[in-house]
């Protein structure tokens, strides 16, 4: 995932390491050692997502 995300609302499509998927909506914070960090925009809450297992991802318009 490019750096130029950093900064920016995210929708994503996430597999867990259990194999589950979600979309997510996430405001990117870092991007380091494949994770990216960033806050969930349904809890506000800090997460962790693997580059590997982010499927698909695109900018949140407005």
Known sequence: M???YI???????Y???EGKL?????CVKSIADGL???TSE???????FY????????PVRG
């Open 2 to 4: 490019p750096t130029k």
């Open 7 to 13: 900064g920016r609302k995210l929708e994503i499509i």
């Open 15 to 17: 597999m867990s390491r």
């Open 22 to 26: 979600s979309q997510r909506r996430i």
């Open 36 to 38: 990216v960090w960033g």
């Open 42 to 48: 349904s809890t506000g809450e800090w997460r962790s």
């Open 51 to 58: 580059v590997d297992n982010i499927l698909s991802w695109q």
